[in-house]
Structure formats: structure tokens, C-alpha cells
């Protein structure tokens, strides 16, 4: 290849421009640049990773109860955990607790189970942290949550909520 040709200053076409190879430097296409449109006009999601956030909730009125829940399975060709979250809609009191663990196969894919106990006050949003040994996922692994619920001396809270992000690669 010869010596590059360097034009400083901006430019501004009103018709089509063809490039044999096109290097942009990474962050020069953001989000908000690609404009919406007619079908077609979008990057096509194939050649993308996709965010999937997939929430399961208990009836919001009734004490949390022990259960184990498939909730994800891996489609792509691989994916990674970004994100466990739980909340219960009231809390628990005394030293009742509910327990939220994300498992695959039997194995948590988090460092510990995300606790609610009656430190925790009505819709708090608590964060469990990703075992990153165990963050990615690979084509048709299903991944459970797996609920303890354990009264102790108090009341059970109601309404648990769980929340599990993954960014999978297409299909």
C-alpha cells in the first residue's frame, strides 16, 4: 500500500459513498447515531450480543415459599451472567429469611445466595455477585432459580422478585 492520503476538516455528501474497506476506530458509532427507520434500516441483530433480563415473582400477597424455577435457557452459542437481583414486596420480620441462588446443573452461579432478611425494607433492590468461574454460559444450559424460604421465628416476607441479566452471543 502507498503512502496514505490525509484530507483534514469535515465533509458533508448528499449522495452515496462506496468504500472498498472501512476502519472506524472503536467508539466512533454509538448508539444514538444509528437512526430508526424503515425495515432494514438497523443493525442486523445476528451479529450482535443481546441483553436478556428475565424476571420470575411470586404472587405479591403470599408469603415467600421454598420452589425451584427454570428460568433462562441459553440459545446462543454463548452467553455470560452480568447481573443477579431479588426484592421482596413486604419483608420479612423477625429472623425469617428468604434465600435467592442462581444454579446450573445444581451450582450456584453466584458467589452466595442473595439473603432477604428483616434488614432489608419493602422493594429493596438487593444485588447478588456473579462467580466470574461460572458467569459463562454455553448453548442450552438452563439456568434455575432456586427460592428458600425459612420462617425461623418471624413472618416470611411476600412478593420475591428475581431478576437474572445475560448477555448472549446470537444464534
Not at 26 to 36: K, L, Q, T
Not at 148 to 165: C, D, K
Request: net charge negative; glycine share 10%.
Amino acid at each position: 500500500m502507498g503512502q496514505p492520503s490525509i484530507v483534514g476538516g469535515d465533509f458533508y455528501w448528499t449522495g452515496s459513498h462506496t468504500f472498498k474497506t472501512l476502519n472506524l476506530p472503536s467508539g466512533a458509532v454509538e448508539p444514538d447515531d444509528i437512526a430508526p427507520g424503515e425495515p432494514g434500516n438497523y443493525i442486523d441483530p445476528t451479529t450482535m450480543r443481546q441483553r436478556h433480563k428475565t424476571v420470575y415473582a411470586q404472587d405479591s400477597t403470599t408469603a415467600a415459599t421454598t420452589e425451584t424455577r427454570a428460568v433462562y435457557t441459553v440459545v446462543g452459542q454463548t452467553a455470560a451472567a452480568v447481573a443477579a437481583q431479588a426484592a421482596l414486596i413486604a419483608p420479612c420480620t423477625g429472623n425469617a429469611t428468604v434465600t435467592v441462588d442462581f444454579q446450573i446443573a445444581g451450582t450456584s452461579i453466584l458467589n452466595a445466595p442473595i439473603t432477604l432478611s428483616s434488614a432489608n425494607t419493602a422493594r429493596e433492590v438487593v444485588v447478588g455477585v456473579i462467580n466470574p468461574a461460572y458467569q459463562d454460559l454455553t448453548v442450552g444450559q438452563i439456568v434455575e432459580v432456586v427460592i428458600t424460604a425459612t420462617a425461623g421465628t418471624g413472618a416470611l416476607g411476600s412478593g420475591i422478585v428475581t431478576i437474572l441479566q445475560v448477555d448472549e452471543d446470537p444464534v
